[in-house]
Nanobody, 116 residues
Framework: QLQLVESGGGLVQPGGSLRLSCAASGSTLDFYHIGWFRQAPGKEREGVSCIVVSGRSTDYSDSVRGRFTIYRDGAKNTVTLQMNSLKPEDTAIYYC?????????WGKGTLVTVSS
């Protein structure tokens, strides 16, 4: 069974950067499409970015496009979300999701706080 653990969250000032990592155990992430989602206080969970199995295609929400980058590291069995030019509105719990067919797995999330 695939297990996901997010890391890399923390407190950062506006304009700063963070690198979130989604690490897997129990299977390889190479078999799954991977998505990063976030949920801010009082708001619904929203999709932020995704990367397909091959890694050749990625997508971003309009709110993060041009600032965030998603990529795979097969050797480490991780998917990273590089977040630059962070804004206060990026504050949220960030979750990693892996899915393929009917298989769907979530991590427990990592908190990102953007504040001066």
């Amino acid at each position: 069974q695939l297990q996901l653990v997010e890391s890399g969250g923390g407190l950062v000032q506006p304009g700063g950067s963070l690198r979130l990592s989604c690490a897997a155990s129990g299977s390889t992430l190479d078999f799954y499409h991977i998505g990063w989602f976030r949920q801010a206080p009082g708001k619904e969970r929203e999709g932020v970015s995704c990367i397909v199995v091959s890694g050749r295609s990625t997508d971003y929400s309009d709110s993060v496009r041009g600032r965030f980058t998603i990529y795979r590291d097969g050797a480490k069995n991780t998917v990273t979300l590089q977040m630059n030019s962070l804004k206060p509105e990026d504050t949220a719990i960030y979750y990693c999701n892996a899915h393929w067919g009917i298989m769907d797995y979530w991590g427990k999330g990592t908190l990102v706080t953007v504040s001066s």
